[in-house]
């Protein structure tokens, strides 16, 4: 089955530098790889998903990146903000609505 | 829209009993539906499929006559933790989808359950 791994598992910055987290995943059908944001008691919140017809994606302050040949993908927040800090989680699927595999997660923590 | 409620949102019992806890989705049909458990500072682990209509599909681990699940409706899953201990103490989380919607889970707020 597939197995998703992820880095760091916390990752402090400073306000306004940049956040990249990484995960790679080991099912080469895998197809679909949303991100979200899970603040302490609260649901995850996708906050950007892709697609392997498409090598990055953009969404104001946040990107992802995928290689699939290399089957990893990754998150970058630019610009962070405390607000930023959270709990991400990287996942991955195949094709059409299938269960998600989870990354174990990144605690970001942004200081102002 | 695409909006999934958990009804509890936190509930605490007597090791031995039985806990029902609802999904639902709002606004859209949920075909699917996903349950998954998290414990403290760990990530979301899938628990069961639930489809509407068949019987749910288990994740190698899970005790499918301890986590009953129904999925009687297109808008409505329920998980039932019986025989509560308190290792079963977690955030039980649930994720509704449809194919008009894609890939894109949607999860509800969660429900924080402490059996003592």
């Known amino acids: 089955g597939e197995n998703v791994e992820q880095h760091p598992s916390t990752l402090s910055v400073q306000e306004g530098d940049s956040a990249v987290i990484k995960c790679t995943y080991s099912?080469?059908?895998?197809?679909?790889f949303p991100w979200y944001k899970q603040e302490l008691g609260k649901r995850p919140q996708l906050i950007i998903d892709i697609r392997s017809n498409v090598g990055e994606k953009k969404d104001q302050r946040i990107a992802v990146t995928l290689n699939k040949t290399a089957k990893h993908f990754s998150l970058h927040i630019t610009e962070t903000q405390p607000e930023d800090s959270a709990v991400y989680f990287c996942a991955a699927s195949g094709t059409g609505f299938q269960k998600l595999v989870f990354g174990t997660g990144t605690r970001l923590l942004v200081s102002p | 829209g695409a909006v999934v409620s958990q009804h509890p949102s936190r509930v605490i019992c007597k090791s031995g009993t039985s806990v029902k806890i609802e999904c639902r989705s709002l606004d859209f049909q949920a075909t699917t539906m996903f349950w998954y458990r998290q414990f403290p500072k760990q990530s979301l682990m899938l628990m069961a499929t639930?489809?509407?209509?068949?019987?749910?599909?288990?994740e190698q681990g899970v005790e499918k006559d301890k986590f009953l699940i129904n999925h009687a409706s297109l808008t409505l899953s329920t998980l039932t933790v019986t025989s509560a201990h308190p290792e079963d103490s977690s955030f039980y989380i649930c994720s509704a989808g449809s194919p008009g919607l894609q890939e894109t889970q949607y999860f509800g707020p969660g429900t924080r359950l402490l059996v003592l």
């Open positions: 639930s489809n509407e209509g068949s019987k749910a599909t288990y």
């Open positions: 099912d080469s059908a895998s197809n679909y």
